[in-house]
């Protein structure tokens, strides 16, 4: 089954064409959190030098946070116009989800939530992605080994300041194509109505914050 899968929602950003759970083509695009410019553009490309034609592929799935929001909505906007566009069923994937390691042992998923702390998924736990306090993190990474993260030059020094030097093993990696191409397989073949194509914000932006905090009567 072809499907377009695709992810933006942190600095690095990646866009794929796959058959199955095989990657026919795929990219890493610039990192940093300017990825409008260039996601469509560089998966015509891909299509061309597949010679293929958007109208064969079967669906389109996409990374939906958490993470950066301008990020977010740069691949909900484009996955859900190519997804209207060509008639095809659109799948949402945590983000975190699609961060894996071939590391042996435990691992969790980290990606920046600025002011927010960090967003976290622990692998093989059965919980669901949080969003907590540095201090909360490290109570939470306890049990892990290694930490995976889109950048873990600013996320390493936060951690580790509340820890230790060398607690965790790190590795800086892009989202796994394969992983999103598994995980939306998964859907389909299961057989059941795709996720909810709901943004996870997690978290309100600073603005929204510093609204709230205009709108609290005085005491």
Known sequence: ????????STERGV???VNNETILWEEHLPVGLQTAQSLLPRLHEGLSSLQMDIKSIAYIACGIGP??????????TAAKTLAFACDIPLIGICTLDAFITETKGSFAAVIDAKIGGVYIQKSGKGENPQVCTLDEAVKLLNDI????TPNAEKIRPKLEALSSPNRWNWEENY??????????L???KEGKEPTP???LYMRKTQ?????????????
């Open 145 to 148: 080994e290694t930490i995976v």
């Open 175 to 184: 989202p796994s194509c394969q992983q999103l191409a598994k995980l939306a």
């Open 15 to 17: 866009v794929a064409i």
């Open 67 to 76: 993470g950066s929001y301008t990020g977010i909505r740069i691949a909900a």
């Open 207 to 219: 603005a929204e914050i510093e609204k709230d905090n205009l709108q609290r009567p005085l005491a």
């Open 1 to 8: 089954m072809l499907g377009i899968v695709f992810d933006t």
């Open 197 to 199: 194509f709901e943004l």
């Open 186 to 188: 998964k859907q389909i």
